[in-house]
């Protein structure tokens, strides 16, 4: 709510206020008629029940307002019935109250605040410390949320209180009350029930009009709080870009130049003192406003650590002891450090995704990181790099400290000065050292030492030219940034080798994890996880120099501000979310067919999937509602889908036939079901194993290894054969010859004496042999046997074709071989010469011949 808005309800309170007390102070209707006007029914003022049954009597002679009627009587009952569970309902919803001791209790909570963030502003000198004018600003921003939000609960509440207002006044504009009945029987007991239920009304209406003053009195101070800290928060937007208009103008005094300055220096500890008890107070009171937010981060916290621990523990069970030890060495990081990763894991995201923390809080998280990746790096950097880390945490304490500083010193100057020359030697160390070491380093190492020695620089050049309070959000920046570039480095290290444990952990198990190939998604993370965290690096390095909410609010309102085509309004930030959730429902589309479809990596799978059809159809559903919630969500009128069908249709007449074909193939395939995924099929001259039923096409394992993709319209307009639609058997057949001569009886028994008992072939049906004819140099016999697995057919046809074989040759059976009779009619003469010795010889051999 604006500050216009909360001013005029509060002007308008003042006025109401008074008179509302003068009304409610004067004489009701019912007393300020004479004595000898009989008052109305609802207006009695009396509380004793005999007054009010005086005057309930005396109303009955007016004939004029009351009538007399026996038929009312069941009317009046059941009003008076009705009226008085109401306000037995209303009483009870009053005396239980509402909730508003939690607000009653916060305002001295919020006056502390207040206090205090004025004693800061008021300390501001002539050299304002940034970090302290943005700590108050945070501050204000969560009493700001607060107020906002107790605003909100109290006009619902005061909302609530004016209904019942409502509903009771509602009673005495009920004309059906004006009669009574005319027997005197009836009389008298309705009058005792009429009196009862005018002793409650009035004992309701009092107890509402005294929590709407109280509710009232309630809102006035919450809003005057409200109207304060919103002023309070311009001021520091004004501050703010104050700071921002003249962070390059000198602030201080040069550094050579101590005494010839106008400002009067400052005693260093003195003002440390003071800078760290305000921090201290900043920070209890934040804590104090939100501390359900810690208890979250501190509940993740421990469940990533439960699960880390836990998949440790299950691996360690399922493998032996040498086995479970090589496969958690390759998560070096958890397996040896699980609290200091766990560490790691929750101050990098609070850092992240919380940026409206006080800046000692973000000081305290930042070392708790430092003091993790210490843990971690001791037995992982070598002694050289480890040693130059140990002097980054130095630079980190040294600027932390000039954060908090709520005035510059002399001190404080030379400190950044000396800082600032460190940082560049130590930078250039790193440089060397990552030329020359062997360690596997981020590939990005080098530039980031190269950003840190060159802010560096800059900070150091502010600094001798008296721009402090600029000079320290450079300098610390130029850590800052370096020491998170690594920390989130060794962020996406932990959270790959979390996914890794976790799927060493069930790799014996029945879900979809067992099936994961690993190395594959742990490519998909890793480049999915390195752009989250250059972002993250991005915003923390925008935060650090304090240009984040400039540049957000900037491209808030570049992504906000409407723009026309033709007769169309569009914001580029609604075309964002459009394209987002058309990736949204596409990723979630690709990752349910990669969790539930066959991942295995047989190509000829012992059972086949059941759920291909299913899987596709929730494909298109989840893309089809991608599609809808995409243009709900961008604003983007849903009449203009029309217009994009439209469009489709044009396309489809022109060059898409093949594209929607395929598209509407993959939907009759989806609720014909021809084949299913694991089902083994013959499309023209290819054969293999149905690996994916897509929207567009689908996807055969071949037997050779290699993956064909086929068109859905394919699968549908050509022949197809499914081996495995109902069942995996399958007849296997051979032609087998033997010489003629051989026993024909004898060489049936033993072809059958293959197939018995013999594990692998089915009974039943049972073999069949059959002599086939009689060809050019063997008796041929025809022989089918059925097989439970097709996938089994050329090892069970190896198998008895080498018991056969044996058989035959211990029978004296012989398996005739091709036999042809060459007659040669004649022969050049010139080959004949060519192909002898001698010409001597070749002339005997044509007279020969």
């Not at 600029?470 to 480095?489: E, P, R």
Request: charged content about 20%; some cysteine.
């Amino acid at each position: 709510m604006s500050i216009q808005v909360i001013l005029r309800y509060q002007r308008l309170w003042y006025f109401l206020l008074p008179l509302y007390l003068i009304l409610a102070s004067l004489p009701s209707d019912a007393q300020r008629r004479k004595s000898n006007v009989v008052p109305d029914t609802l207006h009695l003022v009396a509380v004793d029940s005999a007054t009010i049954s005086k005057n309930i009597t005396n109303l009955a002679k007016d004939t004029s307002k009351v009538k007399k009627s026996d038929t009312s009587v069941a009317i009046l009952i059941i009003r008076i019935e009705g009226y008085t569970m109401l306000l037995n309902r209303l009483m009870t919803s009053l005396k239980r109250g509402f909730d508003s001791s939690r607000i009653s209790e916060g305002v001295p909570l919020v006056d502390t605040s207040l206090e205090l963030i004025k004693y800061n502003i008021a300390g501001l000198g002539r050299t304002p410390n940034i970090n302290d004018i943005y700590t108050n600003k945070v501050m204000l921003e969560q009493l700001e949320r607060k107020l906002s939000s107790w605003q909100s609960n109290l006009f619902s509440y005061y909302d609530q209180l004016v209904n019942i207002d409502d509903t009771i006044h509602s009673l005495r504009r009920d004309t059906s009350m004006h009669s009574i009945p005319a027997e005197d029987e009836l009389y008298g007991s309705y009058v005792g029930q009429l009196t009862r239920l005018i002793i409650k009304y009035r004992a309701v209406d009092s107890a509402n009009r005294a929590s709407l003053i109280k509710m009232g009195l309630l809102q006035n101070k919450v809003a005057n709080r409200y109207i304060e800290v919103s002023n309070l928060l311009e001021d520091m937007d004004y501050r703010l870009d104050q700071f921002s208009a003249h962070m390059f103008y000198r602030d201080y005094r040069y550094i050579w130049r101590p005494h010839r300055d106008s400002i009067n220096p400052l005693e260093f500890i003195p003002v440390v003192k003071n800078s760290l008890h305000k921090s201290a107070r900043v920070l209890a009171i934040f804590f104090s406003i939100q501390w359900p937010v810690f208890i979250i981060w501190l509940l993740v916290a421990a469940v990533f650590a439960w699960w880390v621990l836990n998949n440790i523990r299950r691996i360690r069970q399922n493998h032996p002891a040498e086995e479970g030890e090589a496969i958690l060495q390759h998560a070096r990081y958890l397996y040896r450090f699980p609290i200091a990763c766990t560490v790691v894991y929750i101050t990098t995201l609070s850092s992240v995704l919380s940026v409206r923390y006080p800046i000692l809080f973000t000081e305290i998280n930042w070392a708790l990181t430092m003091i993790a990746l210490t843990f971690i790096f001791r037995s992982h950097l070598p002694k050289t790099l480890f040693r130059k880390w140990l002097l980054l945490m130095a630079l980190f304490s040294v600027y932390c400290l000039n954060n908090l500083l709520i005035e510059a010193t002399y001190v404080e100057q030379w400190g950044l000065l000396i800082c600032a020359v460190l940082a560049i030697i130590l930078g250039y160390k790193f440089l060397q050292e990552t030329a020359l070491t062997t360690f596997a380093q981020p590939k990005y190492t080098r530039p980031v030492i190269k950003l840190f020695i060159g802010t560096s620089a800059l900070s150091l050049l502010l600094v001798i030219l008296a721009r402090v309070g600029t000079a320290k959000i450079i300098g610390s920046s130029a850590v800052v940034n370096t020491v998170m570039a690594l920390n989130l480095f060794v962020l996406i290290k932990i959270l790959l080798e979390a996914v890794y444990l976790q799927v060493e952990a069930n790799k014996n198990s029945s879900t979809f994890i067992s099936f994961m190939d690993y190395q594959d998604v742990q490519r998909k993370l890793k480049t999915f996880l390195t752009v989250m965290a250059t972002i993250a690096w991005l915003v923390i390095v925008l935060r650090n120099l304090y240009v984040y909410d400039a540049i957000y609010e900037v491209i808030s309102d570049f992504l906000s501000t409407s723009h026309h085509i033709g007769n169309s309004d569009f914001t580029f930030s609604s075309v964002i979310i459009f394209l987002l959730v058309i990736w949204v429902s596409f990723a979630a589309s690709q990752l349910i067919a990669y969790m539930f479809g066959s991942t295995g990596q047989s190509t000829a799978p012992a059972t086949k999937s059941k759920l291909g059809s299913v899987l596709l159809l929730l494909r298109l559903a989840v893309l089809g509602g991608g599609v809808l919630l995409a243009f709900a969500a961008s604003g983007i009128p849903m009449d203009k889908l029309t217009i994009v069908i439209g469009a489709l249709g044009v396309g489809i007449g022109f060059g898409l036939q093949n594209v929607v074909n395929n598209l509407v193939s993959g939907v009759i395939l989806a609720f014909e079901k021809p084949i299913e995924v694991g089902d083994v099929i013959e499309l023209g001259t290819r054969s293999g194993v149905v690996k994916e039923i897509g929207i567009r096409s689908s996807k055969i394992s071949a037997y050779d290894g290699s993956v064909v993709v086929v068109p859905n319209g394919d699968l549908i307009s050509q022949q197809l054969v499914n081996w495995t639609m109902t069942n995996r058997t399958r007849r296997v057949n051979f032609t087998l010859g033997v010489a003629y001569g051989s026993d024909i009886q004898q060489v049936t028994d033993i072809i059958k004496s293959a197939f018995t008992n013999h594990e692998g072939i089915l009974s039943v049906p049972e073999p069949i042999v059959q002599l086939y004819r009689f060809g050019d140099n063997s008796v041929d016999f025809q022989v089918y046997f059925w097989i439970p697995d097709l996938g089994t057919a050329g090892t069970k046809q190896s198998e008895v074709l080498t018991y056969i074989y044996a058989e035959l040759n211990k029978a004296g059976i012989d398996l005739p071989y091709p036999q042809r009779d060459l007659h040669i009619k004649s022969v050049d003469a010139d080959i004949l010469r060519n192909m002898k010795p001698d010409n001597r010889s070749g002339e005997e051999e044509e007279k020969k011949l």
